[in-house]
């Protein structure tokens, strides 16, 4: 159940933050709907082209990265199916153990009457 809330909380996380994007060299930072190079806004500065270039790749990081956290929570489903396989064959494995030992206890029994 941690690693199920471990995970959720990630894949909100890497959603929620700022997506980086390189494009001619400058690395832009998206935030909401704007843009910063170096730390200063420049939204508003670059052409509507540049604009529609960094988002779309921004989204494509952002997609990318949710995809991550779904194979990531997948693969965690995954692990615990299997565990809980594991233990329901070992659980299983001792109740067939305990019938055994009650049979072989009351073979004894009769044998003695």
Do not use: C, P, W
Not at 32 to 58: M, P, Q, R, Y
Not at 86 to 104: G, P, R, V
């Amino acid at each position: 159940m941690k690693y199920y809330i471990l995970l959720l909380f990630l894949a909100f996380s890497l959603i929620s933050l700022a997506q980086k994007v390189e494009k001619d060299g400058k690395t832009y930072i998206i935030k909401k709907e704007k843009i910063f190079l170096e730390g200063k806004e420049v939204t508003d500065s670059l052409s509507e082209e540049e604009k529609t270039l960094i988002f779309k790749e921004g989204v494509l990081i952002r997609e990318s990265l949710n995809l991550k956290a779904i194979e990531l929570e997948r693969k965690e489903k995954e692990r615990k199916g299997k565990e809980e396989a594991a233990a329901k064959l070992e659980k299983e494995s001792k109740k067939a153990q305990k019938a055994q030992k009650k049979l072989k206890r009351s073979s004894k029994r009769l044998k003695r009457n």
